[in-house]
């Protein structure tokens, strides 16, 4: 928490998951979370442990957000940084992986308020319409895809 209250630079990850309908699983991050709280996001993000492979970080975490498993495969990165409303600042190298799911997704609900599949046309509508309704680095994220 100290790391956001001062925005120091930290690495992290976001997990995008696929259907074999190309269909992207969202999450809507629950509102008790420290920031963007209410927010649509990918499936599952994070930061490694202290000494933590960034891959095998990413695989905790979507089965501790989602309750599966699958094979994630490195995408990207990218550097972003912001400042929220309650003063915490995110200035993260984001590890972007990839991953397929074709079967029940069991969210943690204090962490996952809501889940959802979206094409990707209607997602890049809903973004046009009300980007407020989304994370600040799956938008980035969506705007490098």
């Not at 956001?4 to 630079?9: F, N, R, T, V």
């Not at 930061?47 to 095998?56: V, Y």
């Not at 029940?104 to 046009?128: C, G, H, Y």
Request: proline share 3%; glycine share 6%; with cysteine.
């Amino acid at each position: 928490m100290q790391t956001h209250k001062l925005g120091l630079l930290h690495r992290a990850f976001s997990v995008l998951i696929y259907n074999s309908n190309g269909e992207m699983l969202l999450q809507q991050r629950a509102e008790t979370k420290y920031h963007s709280g209410g927010l649509w996001s990918n499936a599952c993000c994070g930061h490694p442990r202290p000494g933590e492979n960034i891959e095998d970080a990413a695989k905790r975490r979507l089965k501790e957000e989602l309750g599966f498993n699958c094979d994630l495969k490195f995408s990207f990165k990218f550097l972003y940084k912001v400042s929220f409303e309650n003063s915490l600042k995110e200035h993260e190298l984001d590890h972007v992986f990839t991953g397929s799911y074709e079967s029940e997704v069991l969210p943690d609900k204090s962490e996952v308020q809501a889940f959802r599949w979206i094409t990707m046309n209607n997602l890049k509508n809903e973004i046009t319409e009300n980007p407020d309704k989304f994370s600040v680095w799956f938008l980035k994220i969506i705007s490098e895809l």
